[in-house]
Nanobody, 125 residues
Framework: VQLVESGGGLVQAGGSLRLSCAAS????????MGWFRQIPGKEREFVAS????????HYADSVKGRFTISRDNAKNTVYLQMNSLNAEDTAVYYC???????????????????WGQGTQVTVSS
């Protein structure tokens, strides 16, 4: 199983980025997917998740109204559209796949089975 994130980079405060996570080696449409982020020296934190069908989503309070998670099962890809970025959004962003609860939108790290290597997002103020 491989999850490969892309789309990170340097952006000014108030700007936008779209992250992508391409999955291979798994039946993508049977997994819930999530995005997490981590700052050096801090614990990895939940950002957003989406059910296998894409019908339900869940967001951390800190990103609600600014970030949008979506998926394209035909392309085996999950996305994270990030708008109105601020310096507190600077982190390494990881996507993850959950096979156990595909109809849920889990926020717990322990529920995810596979992880990508991460992509750096840096927001300059």
């Amino acid at each position: 199983v491989q999850l490969v994130e892309s789309g990170g980079g340097l952006v000014q405060a108030g700007g936008s980025l779209r992250l992508s996570c391409a999955a291979s080696g798994l039946t993508f449409g049977t997994y819930a997917m999530g995005w997490f982020r981590q700052i050096p020296g801090k614990e990895r934190e939940f950002v957003a998740s989406i059910t296998w069908s894409g019908r339900s989503t869940h967001y951390a309070d800190s990103v609600k109204g600014r970030f949008t998670i979506s998926r394209d099962n035909a392309k085996n890809t999950v996305y994270l559209q990030m708008n109105s970025l601020n310096a507190e959004d600077t982190a390494v962003y990881y996507c993850a796949a959950d096979r156990t609860t595909p109809s849920d939108t889990p926020s717990r790290i322990a529920l995810y089975d596979y992880w990508g290597q991460g992509t750096q997002v840096t927001v300059s103020s």
